[in-house]
């Protein structure tokens, strides 16, 4: 009976370890799943620029634009209301509106994507109010630009290169103030 003992330890260690290791996993694969998307552009996750394409070809390709919101969160939400079409390469420049309808002020964010999926490794984004958290105070209305173009690359690419138009969409979540920002907002400063 002495000598099964050590082979339930060695069992039990091992079970450990493979609990551990896999709890490990879980916890790690939202950001390597983030960190994927936004380096391979899958599930329509846009890249971020610094400047505008030095290239602009002739080819042109239509951009929608799409605005929800997280259930519950009392903000309205509105996409441009005209499609863009551009050349690809050429800059353009959009703006979602945002209205807080109520009596106090609501911080929130937004998530995004693009569209057809193979489109989004080729869409990029200069500047975006979807890169900081937004604040609206009671009956606030703003306008909110992105400044984006359509990477020249999207033509080297046989997937991609035949889509004739990308949808850039935005949902809004409400995310919590921080006590003393809530507090400075209530009282005017």
């Known amino acids: 009976m002495s000598a099964a003992t050590p082979n339930h330890a060695k069992t039990v260690w091992k079970l450990v370890g493979v609990v551990t290791f896999m709890g490990a996993l879980g916890w790690a694969s939202v950001p390597l799943y983030d960190l994927f998307c936004r380096v391979t552009g899958y599930g329509g996750t846009t890249n971020v620029a610094e400047q505008g394409s030095d290239q602009i070809l002739d080819e042109t390709i ?30 353009g420049l959009a703006f979602y509106t945002a ?14 994507n693009v569209a057809p999926y193979a489109g989004g490794a080729y869409f990029s984004k200069i500047a975006c109010f979807c890169f900081t958290e937004q604040v609206l105070q009671p009956g606030e209305r703003v306008e909110m630009p992105v400044t984006f173009f359509v990477d020249p690359e999207i033509m080297n690419d046989p997937e991609a290169r035949g889509i004739p138009a990308l949808t850039l969409s935005y949902t809004f979540f409400e995310t919590d103030m921080p006590d003393n920002e809530y507090a400075a907002l209530q009282d005017g400063e």
């Open 62 to 91: 239509l951009v929608r634009f799409d605005a929800s919101l997280e259930s519950g969160m009392p903000w309205e939400f509105e996409p441009p209301a005209e499609p863009m079409e551009l050349r690809i390469g050429e800059t």
């Open 99 to 112: 209205y807080n309808p109520t009596d106090r002020a609501i911080a929130g964010t937004a998530t995004f």
